[in-house]
């Protein structure tokens, strides 16, 4: 058994089963140990990026890790973008990144660069693989690294000669702990503050966006008054008919700052305190009005289900949370406006759907029509870079073959992993992807307003407009394999998708307006 | 004058002319300070490897910097792996990264990156603006910092507030130092091996591969029977009919020993010891033989066309080299292979074509088919992360509009930065892509048996196979405003070629083989 060998048997016993790769020649060996060994299933990625993207969605999906295969440092390099937005999701991830040989490293080879200080930028954990001998026992602790509380990022830098070298068997993961349980004394502080009757909002963030975290929460708000929201941005919120449905902060600055401003008291549940997604003279960057206290009733690798339920019977909050009816806004016709958008997609969002939104400036509206839609998971971009959608529908799709994907796009950020398209063709997952084609970087168009440069001229406006030529989505996703339509009315627009979703298999539409 | 707009008129005042950019909220005063500035050419790309290709093209041809603008961590990951290119290909290049508001970082928002430690990994000059008093100043460091022998990757991060506040007028540029003129003892030096006649090899690299440089070299293999050789990978070699042509190492690392075994003298001249491109077990990392000497007459940022002028002279080498004459191979038919591949672009190269090679497996023989055609520049990825071809062209396109530019791509390379057609229909750049779609990463299937993994099996085959679905670049360049056709013969391609060629604007053909 060779290093590399070594390597798949340990991440496959470790628990992932799943590995996105861009390979190279340094990694042909690890390439072939998968060949090798049963358990481990390959998703080619024609970019790194998607490859990066696809493991945040199926952690997110999944609750476990899967593998990535990136060549060398610029390899890596271009799957950073979303390494970052996964590390901000805390998405557990073991990213495997071939190196040349030792041998070779005091030639300084054409590709060699510094590997770990780009991936120590990203990730939790990193450590470059010494020998055939310790592979084995790398992958484990990579493997356990990214396990610990919230989830973690881990790169395991893997030389040529190292994988293979002849090399022992393989190694057992070590014991990972579990979230902390929260302290008496901030349950004790946290149902003080609520029995003050202050205007009060619990905010929530990470694992508690689930159904039994947000139940807990919703009991709390039943019997105290206190209002729950989500952060402004959340790697996976269940909601929907028959859960306990909440809102998030909203993104525009004044938007998110009027949200709060009455607010006292912030019980916070795996979140922090919020704060501006950019800063703009003259705002300030804390979302929270000032003399607003803050209570950390659980960070975010704590416990916060349990810390949530033990408030809730501290306070004695026996009745059950208000779950949100059923309820499903008319199809609409017409013309395509942001409302007539949220009320299509809020009309025919199916049960199960796992809806991955970076649809940016077209979606911001999405929430309050679907949240009596079936229940559903909504997916949003933690880091904020861009062309994080249709890589983490892939890997929402592998861990959920049974749910059907929906990636709201915008145009500017879906061109960032385009390639995508090609991997959900050839994986057949069953993603549709909706591109909001407005041909330009619309949201940056709102910014210059909001950063009090309100008249762009001819040279601003071109950096910030995507037409000259207009993007043919349906003739880009065509040429990686996936069939598509363009509307331009909300009508055709409801055909489509109700279409697609009743087929299996992946399909864009291209939405202009 | 904002601190955004005192550094742009540095930036022009300074001789950067172009911006290859992709901005985001973060980056708004400087678009607007663009807007209201003469002299700075913008052009939109839709991914950030994209810009850093392109600025890296336009440094090779035009010989002096352009500006990327890149939007804050995740922005500049994007563009690490064609830094790493340029950085291996020293060109010169002036990165403007915006980065959250000074007041900002505190509060650790969504973006915030270590973007300092990402820029360090491909740039030789790393600063983070301080103040808007300080903005100019840095910007022109930025920029002497680039031109600084024999080309620096520049990065400026550039605070949000300290674009939108006050400053004062622009900087200049400090001066910048010379190359440095080589000494007499390393030109007698080499003149005492060359007198030796053993056998020996003039290794040249960076800019001594232009007319002048060469037909330097040239007089002294004349004289003195030695060899001239190129690096495996060069930024930018002058070459055809009338020029003093050369070969360079092959990358295939049995023919590359070969092609070196039995030198015993190499003479550098900015190039350095050659060695292999990536490591094989049981084969060499160097690929000069034991044994061999190595002499520097000069560093890569040196003047080696003076010091291969002076040698030339010492040597009393005054007959002048024996240029190229004009051949070229008859136009082919029939089948597609490499050969006819070679024949094909050999019997149609228009004079004064830049042509941009990143066609990897396809286009190892065409050094031979091209040699005699009418003088051209060939253009290399000396950093060997794939993606580089059709960014490069752009730049390359921009920087020289009269003339014509081909990128050569693989099928595999020209995905990663697909995005780059969007761009070139935009700007109507005069470039024409080859795409050699062999529909596999077939350099990875010949290194499998390179590195003894000769059989591999489906899931390995199916990690190197770009089948499943097969991609249609016509309708992907269709989707991004690019005219396209696709050939399956050598005729075919005769003919699309050769009407691309006699055409202004963007093309693409693609070659099924």
């Known amino acids: 058994m060779n290093g590399a060998e070594s390597l798949v048997h340990t991440l496959v016993g470790g628990g992932v089963r799943v590995s996105f790769t861009n390979p190279g020649t340094s990694e042909m060996h690890f390439v072939s140990a998968l060949d ?6 390959c998703v080619l990625c024609l970019f790194e990026g998607v490859a990066t993207g696809a493991a945040d969605g199926y952690a997110r999906m999944a609750e476990t890790p899967a593998a990535t295969l990136l060549h060398l440092g610029p390899g890596l390099a271009n799957g950073i973008a979303n390494l970052h937005n996964a590390n901000r999701a805390a998405s557990p991830m073991v990213n495997i990144v071939g190196d040349h040989a030792t041998s070779h490293r005091k030639y300084d080879a054409p590709l060699a660069s510094d590997i770990e200080s780009a ?41 040529a000669d190292v994988a293979w070298g002849e090399a022992g068997g393989p190694a057992k993961v070590p014991a990972v702990p579990a979230r902390a349980q929260a302290g008496k004394d901030a349950v004790t502080a946290a149902a003080a503050v609520l029995r003050k009757g ?35 941005l959340n790697a996976r919120l269940e909601r929907g008919a028959g859960r306990f449905t909440i809102d998030r902060i909203p993104y525009p600055i004044d938007q998110s700052l009027a949200r709060l401003k009455d607010y006292r008291q912030f019980i916070l549940v795996g979140a922090k305190p919020p704060i501006a997604f950019f800063a703009y003279p003259d705002k300030p960057g804390r979302l929270y009005p000032p003399g607003a206290e803050m209570h950390v009733l659980a960070q975010p690798a704590d416990d916060g289900v349990h810390a949530l339920e033990w408030l809730a019977d501290e306070l004695g909050a026996n009745e059950p949370a208000v779950l949100e009816p059923p309820s499903r806004p008319a199809a609409p016709t017409g013309a395509i406006t942001f409302d007539s958008i949220g009320a299509a997609i809020g009309a025919l969002l199916p049960e199960g759907a796992i809806v991955v939104d970076e649809s940016v400036t077209s979606g911001r509206g999405l929430f309050a029509f679907t949240k009596g839609a079936p ?13 994080y959608g ?17 990636a709201l796009e915008g145009d500017g950020s879906a061109m960032y992993t ?16 909706v591109i909001f084609a407005n041909r330009s970087y619309r949201i940056l168009r709102n910014e210059m307003t909001n950063l009090g440069l309100g008249n762009p001229g001819p040279k601003a406006i071109d950096m910030l407009d995507l037409r000259r030529p207009d993007l043919d989505w349906v003739a880009m996703a065509a040429g990686m394999g996936i069939p598509g339509a363009r ?7 409801c055909r489509a998708f109700g279409r697609a979703l009743r087929a299996r298999g992946p399909y864009l539409i291209e939405m202009v307006f």
């Open 36 to 41: 090798r060994t049963e358990g481990m299933r």
């Open 119 to 159: 991936a120590r930028v990203v990730s939790g954990w990193v450590r470059t693989s010494q020998s055939t001998g310790a592979v084995a026992q790398d992958a484990a602790d990579a493997i356990a690294a990214a396990l610990a509380p919230p989830g973690v990022i881990s790169t395991l830098i893997l030389p």
């Open 198 to 232: 202050e205007p009060t909002v619990l905010l929530l963030g990470g694992h508690v966006l689930r159904k039994r975290g947000l139940e807990a929460a919703g009991r709390i708000a039943r019997s105290t008054g206190a209002h729950v929201i989500g952060e402004m």
């Open 375 to 387: 229940p559903h998971d909504w997916l949003q971009n933690r880091g904020g870079s861009i062309g």
């Open 390 to 406: 249709m890589p983490v529908s892939i890997g929402a799709a592998i861990a959920c073959p049974d749910r059907k994907v929906i």
């Open 418 to 433: 385009i390639q995508s398209l090609w991997t959900q063709a050839r994986e057949e997952l069953d993603v549709v992807s």
């Open 487 to 493: 509307v331009d009315t909300i009508d055709a627009f």
